[in-house]
């Protein structure tokens, strides 16, 4: 009826009579078109179904089939029909059909680099909980890109590093690891949760291992970082008696006076005894006089333990030697510990490099002797270079034995007790 309607109503137009019958024949239609504007919407009525739990509705019938039809049909413009069917078919302008229509949730439907971006703002652990949300989602989450990121700005956060752990090493040897799997193996959060599922197991082997005969590891303390603004360590770990460090005994230096040392022991959560010998530059005198001056040339110049040797013609470097007493020394010490100032900067720290190489050569020294690094600052609101930095300075990566990087305070001895612990443990596997 409302196209015979509008049929008259165009002869009316075209022949310019405007008169009462016009107006009638302009009212009737107007009437039409409402009546069936009401039925559509009337119709959608009558097959909605709406749950009282859910905001997603469903109809029914043949109904149900033209719109889901329409509404999967994509680049439609804005003023489309489909556009129309979605305002008609759901309280609001939102698209929003259930998993029985096999449709996904919006997030599932955002760009990849959107919902990495997303994603990029979670830290290592929720990354992997949401890795068991959905394949789609595990599978989207082994992005190299995205762990790259996270390794890159939680590395200088983590408190150790070891040979094991430095995530340098993978990615100087191009290794087929993916970024999450060199993250999962350096994190020393992963390898805590690790070790705590495992708790049961390594108890038992700590108390069989308490029971086997083994020899009381023998380590000397030295470097930088004792005879500066940290050199509260010493007096924390040897002399009070508030620290997790239990005096023994003494014992005498072997090598022309070097060597002397202090029976420690370590209680929680099994005992361990070690020996542990302090090695200093110089005299507690000319340590105070030089105590401004921190350059490297001048430390290594009045360290009693090296031997300055002559350089050879166009060698600008000088070269330096290990006393004597103190290489027969090294060939009985299981562990060495090296202590650093890290409170300064990355370069304050390099020059130690010297020093430390010096001591742990393999001439008097077993690939096998671990090296503890710990990286100390004097209070816990003192500033920190990362540990990861550390490494670098150090270049520890390439030393060929057992080594870490522990940040520790010296007031309050924080993480000390940790990295004795891996050295023990490191001298009891030789």
């Known amino acids: ?39 559509v919407r009337q119709l959608l009525i009558k097959y909605k179904m709406y749950s009282k739990s859910s905001d997603t509705p469903a109809v029914s019938g043949g109904l149900q089939q033209y719109i889901l039809n329409k509404l999967k049909k994509k680049g439609d413009n804005e003023n489309s029909l489909t556009q129309r069917l979605k305002a008609l078919y759901l309280k609001d302008d939102i698209v929003k059909l259930g998993v029985e229509q096999g449709k996904t949730s919006m997030f599932d439907c955002l760009p990849v680099d959107v919902k990495l971006h997303i994603f990029s703002y979670l830290d290592a652990q929720n990354l992997c909980r949401a890795c068991s949300v959905s394949r789609d989602w595990s599978e989207l989450l082994w992005d190299d890109l995205l762990w790259r990121r996270r390794l890159q700005l939680d590395r200088r956060t983590w408190s150790q590093v070891s040979h094991v752990t430095n995530p340098q090493v993978y990615t100087d040897a191009a290794s087929e690891l993916s970024y999450k799997e060199i993250y999962l193996r350096c994190s020393p959060e992963v390898l805590a949760l690790q070790r705590e599922e495992s708790s049961a197991f390594h108890q038992v082997s700590s108390v069989l291992k308490y029971f086997m005969p083994k020899k009381t590891p023998k380590a000397a303390l030295f470097g930088p970082g004792i005879e500066g603004s940290t050199s509260l360590i010493v007096r924390r770990m040897l002399y009070e008696n508030n620290s997790p460090f239990t005096r023994v005994a003494l014992f005498p230096g072997q090598f022309d006076g070097f060597g002397a040392g202090m029976t420690l022991q370590l209680q929680s959560p099994t005992i361990h005894t070690f020996h542990l010998t302090v090695l200093y530059t110089a005299t507690k005198n000319e340590r105070d006089n030089n105590a401004g001056n921190q350059a490297e040339n001048s430390r290594l110049s009045r360290n009693r333990m090296l031997n300055q040797q002559s350089s050879s013609q166009g060698d600008e470097e000088a070269r330096y030697e290990l006393l004597p007493a103190l290489q027969q020394l090294c060939h009985t010490l299981n562990a060495f510990i090296f202590v650093v100032d890290a409170s300064g900067s990355k370069e304050s720290v390099a020059e130690g490099k010297t020093e430390l190489k010096m001591m742990v050569q393999e001439r008097w020294a077993s690939p096998q002797v671990p090296v503890l690094v710990l990286s100390c600052i004097p209070t816990e609101t003192s500033p920190r270079v990362p540990a990861v930095d550390v490494v670098q300075a150090l270049d520890l990566s390439a030393f060929s034995r057992p080594w870490m990087v522990m940040n520790c305070t010296a007031d309050t001895l924080e993480n000390v007790e940790k990295g004795v612990r891996w050295m023990i443990e490191m001298c009891q596997r030789k």
């Open 1 to 39: 009826m409302a196209l015979a309607l509008q049929s008259k109503l165009s002869d009316f137009t075209a022949s310019g009579q405007e008169n009462e019958s016009y107006q009638q024949y302009e009212r009737q239609l107007d009437s039409e078109i409402f009546d069936v504007l009401s039925s």
